[in-house]
T-cell receptor
Framework: GAGVSQTPSNKVTEKGKYVELRCDPI?????LYWYRQSLGQGPEFLIY????????DSGLPNDRFFAVRPEGSVSTLKIQRTERGDSAVYLC??????????????FGAGSRLTVL | AQKITQTQPGMFVQEKEAVTLDCTYD???????LFWYKQPSSGEMIFLIY??????QNATEGRYSLNFQKARKSANLVISASQLGDSAMYFC????????????????FGQGTILTVHP
């Protein structure tokens, strides 16, 4: 696709429920990133994929958070037993990660998660 | 480890004037890239400008320029001739660069500066 696509754009759920957020990166981009952004804050790194594998998952806050990218393209961020503190905008980005230090991360519009 | 510090929570500027948004960084990487993004109230993250740590000249992109002072570990964004549409949150970010010049790893962001342009 022309840009990074994230679905759903908005998700309201109840505390304790399971949530999946999807990211469809720019075609051909090998690297995919998930960030979380709270209101008025900078994006906080969660996990980074290079191809199908998680190259760095050091930002995942706890074992309720999990992400997959089984075919090296679309990624799903999964949150189990959601808590009110998980409410945030979840941003996905992709980049080509080849040939240049200036590989720019292109971001999607984000998925706004509200946990009631 | 990388750290970005943006010490200005908010900045105000008159339309058509220039404004500087501050960014300092810390990293153990020998080579690294510095980025600025703009985030309007609509929420999308828009890439503005990039500076490599090995670049001898400061980067420029239209009305945006990056005042890179490596010894001071600063990478300030200068916006010339401010426009009302420049009102947004601005983020400074960095990531490492491998020997050979390819970038790697996560992009680390600062806390952002809210810029308000007055008519």
């Amino acid at each position: 696709g022309a840009g990074v696509s994230q679905t759903p754009s908005n998700k309201v759920t109840e505390k304790g429920k399971y949530v999946e957020l999807r990211c469809d990166p720019i075609s051909g981009h090998t690297a995919l990133y998930w960030y979380r952004q709270s209101l008025g804050q900078g994006p906080e790194f969660l996990i980074y994929f290079q191809g199908t594998g998680a190259a760095d998952d050091s930002g995942l806050p706890n074992d309720r958070f999990f992400a997959v990218r089984p075919e090296g393209s679309v990624s799903t961020l999964k949150i189990q037993r959601t808590e009110r503190g998980d409410s945030a905008v979840y941003l996905c980005a992709s980049s080509s990660d080849r040939g240049s230090g200036a590989n720019v991360l292109t971001f999607g519009a984000g998925s706004r998660l509200t946990v009631l | 480890a990388q750290k970005i510090t943006q010490t200005q929570p908010g900045m105000f500027v008159q339309e058509k004037e220039a404004v500087t948004l501050d960014c300092t960084y810390d990293t153990s990487d020998q080579s690294y890239g510095l980025f600025w993004y703009k985030q309007p109230s609509s929420g999308e993250m828009i890439f503005l400008i990039y500076q490599g740590s090995y670049d001898e000249q400061n980067a420029t992109e239209g009305r945006y320029s990056l005042n890179f002072q490596k010894a001071r570990k600063s990478a300030n964004l200068v916006i010339s001739a401010s426009q009302l549409g420049d009102s947004a949150m601005y983020f400074c970010a960095m990531r490492g660069i491998r020997t050979g010049g390819t970038s790697y790893g996560k992009l680390t962001f600062g806390q952002g500066t809210i810029l308000t342009v007055h008519p």
